[in-house]
């Protein structure tokens, strides 16, 4: 027999942030056994000894206690470190772009925290993630969160079967709008926080400087890969993304049209830039996609070629794809129009109407021929 609401213990992750805090909420009013933990991941004590860690600590013992919930803090600084910020930090090196978001989910949120909710006689972890569960017939499915403009599947596609049994997200089904009006007439103390932004552990800090504490850069040239001419130097590749437009300083030359990051040559440090977002050489027509997480399991990725939709970035609406498995295990993935500025060792993520289907990392993107 399956347990009643009040048997059943959930774990919530909370961020002191609003989402997790009506998740929190939500499942307290439904009568289950909630519990509030707060992950300390990140040391990010600034140089006059400020920590936003610890306020939003804070906000969750607020949180927690308006609504009577008992919470924790725990601290997965060197869980994080070791098993996200050094892919980070490593794949910057190589000159990659990568998305920490996504090993988070996989190694902390849904790993070390959910291990430690498990320990501490808990049913399921649940979070403020824009996301859906389902369960049909013996699989869990990830339905994208019905809130189109926060749907947080592309950052959870690295989730198993396992993960997904264990995990809720109770505000999947809701427009954020509607969470906040939940926040509001609740009183809730974060009911007006705003949303968090950016890569944790950067937070609203620059970016560069934030990089510059931990790899050496080395500056070099830029040049157009048109005409071969030098425009002028670059800070150091790992600065720099394929089709990024601001911050070369090298605006106003040649046909006046925005200059792009067509493509980083790590060998001989050489940042290759074009006029104009419409050259082939931001343009590819397929990439290979390595590390794939097939969420129903990896016996059910398609043997033969696959007509779905994929995300190569967060914000991007969904593009029609052909996936075609090859012998190694990635999956050359096809796509129906040339995509601009993709990007390896960002996620290219799948979906099949609703349901997000899984995901891998971005190599080996072939050009559009110019
Ligand atoms: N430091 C943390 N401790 C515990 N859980 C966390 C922490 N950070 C994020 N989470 C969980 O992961 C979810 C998604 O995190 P994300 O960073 O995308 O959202 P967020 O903007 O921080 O959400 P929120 O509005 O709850 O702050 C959060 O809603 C929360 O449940």
Redesign the pocket.
Known sequence: MSKSNSETRIV??????????V?ALLLKQQGYDVIG?????WDDTDEFGVCT?EQ?AED?RRVCEQIDIPYYTVNFEKEYYDKVFAYFLEEYKRGRTPNP?VICNREI?FGE?LNKALDLGADYV????YARVVEDGSLFKLLRGIDNNKD?TY?LNALNQEQLSKAMFPIGHLPKPEVRRIADEAGLY?AK?K??TGV?FIGERNFKEFLSNYLPAQSGKMIDIVSGEVKGQHDGLMYYTLGQRQGLGIGGSGSGEPWFVAEKDLENNILYVVQGDKHPSLYSTSLIASGINWISGADKIPGKPFKCTAKFRYRQPDQGVTLIPQKDGTLLVQFDVPQKAITPGQAVVFFNGEECLGGGTIEAPEKVQA
Do not use: E, L, R
Request: hydrophobic content about 35%.
């Open positions: 919530v992750g909370m961020s002191g942030g609003v989402d997790s805090s998740t933990i707060f992950m300390k991941n860690a939003d969750v978001d949120k925290f649940a979070t403020g993630h947080q950052f974060t926080k949303d968090s944790c």
